[in-house]
């Protein structure tokens, strides 16, 4: 990691799809289902400095996965996956 200058994720941070409330809609299209079955987005973090949270804003595909392997180190890794839950989070580390 120190080779390519890599630096530790402390913070995963990655939104799903609305899946469940989509395909609830009475006018919900197969197509629109479909385009709602989440690969995953999310966004790439930078440096933590000089603020605690700062993100490109280009988005990168396998949020899932992302996820997932988050989830497995979560003794080093805060996962977050729910917008309501950032500010509770920021106000936890600031």
């Not at 603020?51 to 979560?74: D, E, Q």
């Not at 729910?82 to 106000?91: A, C, F, I, K, W």
């Amino acid at each position: 990691m120190k080779a390519n200058n890599f630096k530790f994720v402390d913070v995963v941070v990655c939104n799903l799809y609305p899946f469940r409330a989509t395909i609830a809609k009475p006018n919900c299209t197969e197509e629109t289902a479909i385009e709602n079955i989440d690969i995953g987005w999310t966004w790439s973090p930078l440096q933590p400095q000089p603020t605690p949270l700062l993100f490109l804003s280009k988005r990168i595909p396998g949020g899932v996965t992302l996820l997932r392997a988050a989830a497995k180190n979560h003794a080093r890794v805060t996962v977050l996956c729910n917008p309501g839950d950032y500010q509770q989070y920021l106000d936890k580390i600031v």
